[in-house]
Nanobody
Framework: QVQLAESGGGLVQAGDSLRLSCAASGFTFSSYAMGWFRQAPGKEREFVASISRSGGSTNYAASVKGRFTISRDNAKRTVYLEMIMLKPEDTAVYYC????????????????WGQGTQVTVSS
């Protein structure tokens, strides 16, 4: 069955870096755009970043642009989110998602979701 397994979350200090990974199985990974969303306590889930099937196109939420980088390795069926200069407001559960579209954008409804990984940034 379809699985998206996130890893790499943790507790870090403001200004630190972290890399999230999402390992996919159960579907044709290279046929799906991949993305990351996050949900902070008491807030709605929000779009963070997306990458096209080939990795040639990416898009980011304004709040993370310049600090986060999404990438993918189709041979390893894995998508990554490199996060630098982390801020306390980046604290959230981060979810990996897959969509049968060119890119995932705000308002998209991805086909598959992971279970999430917690990222906590202390000030």
């Amino acid at each position: 069955q379809v699985q998206l397994a996130e890893s790499g979350g943790g507790l870090v200090q403001a200004g630190d870096s972290l890399r999230l990974s999402c390992a996919a199985s159960g579907f044709t990974f290279s046929s799906y755009a991949m993305g990351w969303f996050r949900q902070a306590p008491g807030k709605e889930r929000e779009f963070v970043a997306s990458i096209s099937r080939s990795g040639g196109s990416t898009n980011y939420a304004a709040s993370v642009k310049g600090r986060f980088t999404i990438s993918r390795d189709n041979a390893k069926r894995t998508v990554y989110l490199e996060m630098i200069m982390l801020k306390p407001e980046d604290t959230a559960v981060y979810y990996c998602a897959a969509a049968l579209s060119y890119l995932i954008v705000v308002g998209s409804d991805p086909n598959y979701w992971g279970q999430g990984t917690q990222v906590t940034v202390s000030s």
